[in-house]
């Protein structure tokens, strides 16, 4: 009896879900099927194989639970991403949940957004003081940072009593992934004063936060720090890398660091193509669009929204039509970004008819972009039968976007439709839309 659950245990390292089934059968036909050990180690078994129902149906089964029957199957439930089944049963646990149950929960919750039931449970873990654990402080962690609670975040990571990689990664990605690019760069330098490494996670993290705001000397250092310290490059790295230079204006540099690299991804590609398409390089973009398909790589929709972005900067309309319609042959569904793409180059080659055919023909409500493009483009060739084709469709509108009202009431001015002009602006009215006033920024002695 007692060799049944090592054995399960080895089973479920490996998946081998047809040596556990067998296993199973074993129990079963010596009669320790009721045994609470050698159950708890099936459920173990199939929850870590992915078979959620089979462990359910054992666990419902059984006449005797513990603490570790509820991990086994709320960790299961977990693995197979049934994060909602997973903390259903966590809310009809009967006794204490051990630490592996509220670890897994947690998780569930961060991987939902439901923050309040993780606030629930980190009531649960403060009043057991659990949070001494570092397994259970950094899976709360994680939780707020993906509920995007970064000040529940923030009070998690202060109260750590230690502080692992997993903690610093959680809470510097979490800063970078909501645009708290500074503090992020503030709380690396803290960690670096604290003696404790940073891995290759964190740096990743690091370089997205210098291309998002811009900051080469901070991309620099740590492009040396890299190289410094023999850190492996690998394709996160590399592909960070690249697009910071990328986004700091470094061009040359960041067609080094892609040559450079022995490892190439698609997520590698639409960081070459897309700092490209940025800097208006449409035919580079073209170029090594090709270079990617010959490599084997399969286009994905963000490659096809850097191409589409290129031609759109460099006035390449027949190229960027040609590619629009490309996306069908690798089975992708252009979305609400590449029609406004297609529509605002459209415009800006003065095909304002194929423009229109365009919008008609999306599957999707046009949004502000979109009406933007068209009506401009519409009020510099003075086409009144667009203007009032939109104009009967404002009402399917429903961004409380101001910009696009605007354009329309300058329209009908220049012509002096005031009546259409009247319309317009009691639409405005109607759905509570303001013009919001121009604002511009400048910097005097370090004082904006």
Not at 27 to 43: H, Y
Not at 51 to 59: I, P, T
Not at 152 to 161: I, M, N, S
Not at 381 to 408: A, C, I, P
Request: proline content about 2%.
């Amino acid at each position: 009896m007692f060799s049944f659950p090592v054995v399960l245990k080895s089973c479920a390292k490996c998946c081998g879900i047809g040596e556990g089934k067998q296993i199973h059968g074993v129990v079963l036909k010596m009669g320790f099927g009721c045994d609470l050990f050698v159950r708890n180690s099936m459920i173990h078994f199939y929850g870590s194989c992915g078979k959620c129902v089979d462990a359910g149906k054992l666990f419902d089964e059984m006449a005797v639970r513990d603490a570790v029957s509820w991990s086994g199957l709320i960790s299961g439930c977990v693995r197979a991403e049934l994060y909602n089944e997973a903390i259903l049963r966590f809310k009809e646990m009967d006794l204490k949940p051990n630490v592996a149950a509220v670890i897994s929960v947690v998780v569930a919750c961060g991987f939902v957004g439901n923050v309040d039931m993780g606030k629930g449970v980190h009531g649960l873990i403060l009043k057991r003081a659990l949070e001494k654990d570092s397994a259970v402080s950094n899976a709360l962690l994680n939780m707020y940072v993906k509920c995007e609670c970064l000040g529940d975040a923030r009070w998690v990571f202060r109260e750590l009593d230690e502080r692992d990689a997993v903690s610093w990664t959680s809470m510097i990605s979490g800063l970078v992934m909501y645009k708290c690019s500074n503090e992020a760069l503030d709380l690396f330098d803290d960690m670096l004063l604290l003696g404790v490494e940073p891995d290759k996670f964190i740096l990743t993290s690091i370089l997205s936060a210098c291309a998002n705001i811009g900051a080469l000397s901070y991309g620099r250092w740590i492009h040396d720090y890299i190289d410094r310290k023999n850190i492996m490059w690998d394709v996160h790295i590399g592909t960070s890398m690249i697009d910071m230079y990328f986004k700091c204006g470094c061009i040359e540099m960041a067609l080094r660091t892609f040559d450079k690299l022995s490892s190439r991804n698609v997520l590698t590609w639409n960081a070459l193509l897309g700092g490209l398409a940025m800097h208006g390089y449409g035919s580079d973009v073209l170029k090594h669009f090709e270079l990617m398909v010959r490599a084997g790589l399969r286009p994905n929709k963000v490659t096809f929204l850097s191409i589409l972005t290129a031609c759109c900067h460099s006035g390449m309309a027949d190229e960027g039509l040609w590619h629009f319609y490309q996306m069908e042959n690798y089975n992708i569904s252009p979305g609400l970004e590449h029609y406004g793409c297609i529509v605002d180059l459209l415009c800006k080659a003065d095909l304002l008819d194929e423009a229109q055919n365009i919008v008609r023909s999306m599957p999707m409500p046009p949004d502000a972009a979109i009406w933007g493009s068209l009506l401009s483009a519409c009020n510099a060739k003075e086409n009144v039968e667009l203007s009032q084709d939109l104009v009967d469709k404002l009402h399917l509108f429903k961004e409380k976007d101001s910009g696009v009202y605007v354009l329309l009431c300058n329209k009908y001015a220049i012509n002096k439709n005031w009546d259409d002009v009247t319309r317009a602006r009691r639409l405005m009215r109607e759905n509570s839309i303001e013009k919001s006033p121009g604002l511009s920024i400048i910097e005097v002695n370090g004082t904006t």
